[in-house]
């Protein structure tokens, strides 16, 4: 009996580790491998817009972060979207560019206006992104690789545009407060 509850036991702990957060039915794993390492689940939630739910946003790092800085200085990462609705490529392009614009200087601005421009091209590249399709936003050494359904789509280079991409939702004007307090583990 006693070696059954310890299987039983074991098992729930397997499990528990699969799936860390079950989001609006998205199924986050608890790890996620990029650029040949393992990154743990640092938090998610849920952005909205109006009374839409758009997504399901998470952050994966080597370790634990609770602070945009210390974010920041952890790498490789993997920004992830599972999308809770159909969205075109215009609406993921928009997005992005007013998250850049609400967490960066005018020269900040004007400094990654060449990697803006290759990231919506990339985007465009997605046509409609439907319901249930996941985008990674994966930072490894000097490059972020932009994919959709686990398939790369293109790079975009520099340490500075990956950081300036990651503030938009952990920035401090965020695209959504809850959503940055969720990323960041809840801190």
Known sequence: MRAQIVALVASLLVTSHVCALDIEGVKLPEKASVGGSDLVLNGAGVRK????KLYVGSLYLPARAGSAADVLAKAPRRIQLNLLRNLSSDQLIGALMDGLKQ?????EMQAITVQTGELAAIMKSFGEAKEGSVVALDFVGNATTISLE????????GAAFNDALTRIWIGEHPVQ????????GGA
């Open 49 to 52: 817009r109006a009374i839409f």
């Open 103 to 107: 967490n960066l200087s005018a020269a």
């Open 150 to 157: 686990g398939t790369p789509r293109g790079s975009v280079e």
């Open 177 to 184: 407060a809850d959503l940055k307090k969720a990323m960041l």
